[in-house]
């Protein structure tokens, strides 16, 4: 397994790992090419992926904003779950964070996604029950979920 850092030419084969993956929410500006090539930009040692012999089987979109990180997405292949691919990306994610002096991450999940809540919780993410999280549109988006 090969664990790197993604690139803009790595996209193609990121979305289609993304719309390969249930329970997972996208939209058609952040998640576009044009939207991921900004992030990458703006945090070019915080995004990886994962690949078996030349085959993309996992990647964790992951930026910071000078005083938290955040892991917007996080995907691995079914055929490669239960592998230790998630593991690893979280771990190269949580290393490159913490160079940049980042102390805590957060991240969201669906309350359905049961998968992946119960993976997020054995890599030792809490669940905070005491918050409402709101959001606000700037732009019109279209929600793409999986």
Known sequence: MNIRLMNIS?????Y????????????DVDDSREGIEKF???NPSTVFVAEENDQLVGIILAGQD???????????AE???????GTQLVNACLEALGREGISKVALLVFK???????????QG???RED????????????????
Do not use: P
């Open 112 to 122: 359905y996604n049961e998968a992946g809540n119960a993976f997020w919780e054995q």
């Open 10 to 14: 790595d996209y193609d084969r990121v």
């Open 66 to 76: 000078g005083r938290r990180g955040y892991i917007y997405h996080m995907s691995v």
């Open 131 to 146: 918050i409402n999280y709101r959001n606000r549109a700037l732009r019109e988006l279209v929600r793409i979920d999986t």
């Open 125 to 127: 993410f809490t669940l």
């Open 79 to 85: 055929k490669y779950r239960r592998q230790g691919v």
């Open 16 to 27: 289609t790992l993304w719309m390969s993956c249930k329970n997972m929410g996208f939209n």
């Open 40 to 42: 990458l930009r703006r």
